[in-house]
């Protein structure tokens, strides 16, 4: 079964079948990354419900049994060091793992939802001046809380950073390049330094010692490709790159683009000085330098501030600091239209056993309460179930409709929300406006929006449902009965109790009549009655 499971999660949306268990409770589930210092693994906290990235150190990092032990003592004192730098801009590092046979090392960090910076480098559309320097400033700032702890990063480039959504900028990798460092041991399978060589401070290149300046000089190398479009050096191969950063002069940005402010041109050379003790003193100065340039709190970007289409912006943290949630925020739960799926004339009988085995696998892991990595089991069979058998079929939809069951469950009502509500339309389509399908996920919908708050418009949309089902159904129906105590707590919720007392009061009777007076409900709405009653009197009656 677990072939099986595997050739069809291959073609439809990568494996949910974990690669392996470290520590019997990190599940590797699919590769995000593959570097030069390790490959980086999406995975689960199998025991806090929630994704992760892993990184997993190449094997070749250790040698022999003897550099074992010393390197699984290092890799868990480096890894606590570097748990403590405490800033947004470093994802957070929640466990070191070093197997028992000490072949692999791993790393459990916060997994971040991002673009690379490197995907903001294209030498024919150069970053606006106030996108380069805002990327700089949030680097800089990680880095003076890194400096500070000690840690120094050494291997600081755009494939080390990305940018959140909400353009919070995290650099990466400060576990691996601190626990890696060459200055105590050996521990690469070369013995060559670590870093990359488009960013290595020329003390790096002849393999002497690093300081915080270090960082720097990568940083001038980063904040010149930004705003270049091209690394600062560019030999024919890593030995001429390295030359380059011992001897030879960098271009001056203002010879390359004319709208660099000669301060800011003075700022990047600087950073590139060889001697350390040439470049700025630290990264605070380094910031107060970039602060003219940043853009003020509360501006509107220029037209020519406008960066690479679809790409989160960097400079949002300084127009709108400590924002709340934006309101147009979309859960990425966004599934195919009818318009832009084409069924398939004739079901696979491979997404057939991928999605009967979604349904087993996300069962196993509700029982669990692992709620998280159940929505992303069925996630991975909805889109290719929908490219095969049609949007609006009953299999799409009820796959969907299970999604969003397990988010409501978990209490991600934020994303559960539109799941239900486009269900509820497309039931409406399929099975009719009142079919049993499209109430229940028209009133879940309301309910997720009482508990985000939106209780007026839930009360409409629950009393909605309530009036289709009594007509249907009559008043003592279960789900009639549901519905009402939805309402009635909804009223009590709003502080309108006199008009929850009137729904209360009969919908006991009804529960006692059906039921009985031990059942369960009852006994609930019995209790809220007599808590109301200990304040009959009080000014909320009205």
């Known amino acids: ?76 004192r480096e890894a606590r060091i570097t748990a403590r730098i405490q800033h947004p801009g470093v ?19 916060e997994l971040v939802d991002g673009v690379p910076l490197s995907a903001y480098i294209d030498p024919d559309q150069r970053l606006p001046v106030s996108w380069a320097v805002a990327v700089a400033a949030q680097i800089a700032t990680v880095l ?23 353009g919070t900028v995290k650099v990466l990798d400060f576990g691996i390049a601190a626990i890696l460092r060459t200055d105590v041991t050996k521990l690469t399978a070369t013995g060559s330094p670590i870093g990359t060589h488009q960013y290595m401070a020329p003390e790096q290149v002849r393999g002497g010692r690093v300081t915080p300046r ?16 091209r690394p600062v050096f560019s030999g024919e191969n890593e030995f001429a790159l390295m030359h380059q950063h ?38 605070q100065q380094v910031y107060d330098r970039l602060l003219p340039f940043l853009p003020m709190a509360g501006s509107v970007p220029a037209p020519v501030e406008t960066g690479p289409s679809g790409a989160p912006d960097p400079t949002g943290v300084f127009r709108h600091p400590y924002a709340p949630r934006s309101r147009t925020h979309t859960p990425a739960a966004a599934v195919p239209t009818p318009a832009t799926v084409e069924p398939a004339p004739v079901p696979d009988p491979l997404l057939r056993a991928a999605i009967k085995d979604a349904y087993q696998q996300s069962d196993a892991l509700l029982v669990e309460e692992r709620f998280t990595q159940a929505v992303d089991v069925l996630s991975a069979v909805v889109e290719p179930a929908a490219r095969a058998l049609g949007s609006d079929s009953r299999e799409v939809l009820d796959l969907r ?8 469950l978990g209490g991600d009502y934020r994303a559960a929300l539109p799941e239900f509500a486009t269900l509820a339309d497309a039931y409406a389509r399929t099975a009719g406006p009142t079919s049993t399908p499209a109430r229940e996920c028209r009133a879940q919908a309301a309910r997720c929006r009482g508990e985000l708050g939106q209780v007026t418009q839930a009360l409409q949309e629950l009393q909605g449902v309530l009036n289709v089902v009594s007509g ?12 009402r105590h939805g309402i009635a707590v909804l009223l009590l919720a709003q502080g309108r109790v006199a008009e929850s007392v009137h729904l209360l009061e009969p919908l006991y009777e009804d529960l006692v009549m059906v039921y009985g007076p031990g059942d369960e409900l009852a006994i609930e709405v019995a209790e809220t009655l007599f808590r109301i009653g200990l304040d009959l009197d009080g000014p909320d009656l009205g």
């Open 246 to 283: 011992l001897a030879a002069a960098p271009v001056p940005l203002r010879q390359l683009r004319d709208d660099v402010p000669e301060a800011l041109e003075e700022l990047v050379l600087q950073l590139l000085r060889k001697a350390p003790e040439s470049r700025p003193a630290d990264t």
């Open 1 to 76: 079964m677990v072939a099986t499971t595997t050739r069809c999660a291959r073609r439809f949306g990568g494996s949910r079948v974990p690669a392996n268990v470290i520590n019997d409770r990190y599940e590797l589930i699919e590769p995000l990354d593959h570097g030069g210092m390790g490959d980086v693994w999406r995975g689960y906290d199998a025991v806090l419900d929630r994704p992760v990235a892993v990184k997993m150190v190449r094997q070749a990092a250790v040698t022999n049994p003897q550099l074992a032990e010393e390197f699984a003592k290092r890799f868990r």
């Open 401 to 408: 409709k299970q999604r969003a069951v397990i988010r409501f």
């Open 472 to 483: 249907l159904d009559g008043d003592v129906s279960e789900e009639a009965i549901d519905l």
């Open 91 to 109: 994802p957070q590092v929640y466990d070191a793992v070093l197997d028992a046979t000490f072949e692999h090392l791993f790393l459990v960090m």
């Open 214 to 229: 270090t960082d720097l000089y990568a940083l001038g190398c980063v904040l010149h490709e930004l705003l270049a479009g």
């Open 144 to 166: 003076s809380h890194a400096h500070d702890v000690p840690v120094i990063h050494r291997d600081l480039k755009p494939g080390n950073v990305l940018v959140a959504q909400d």
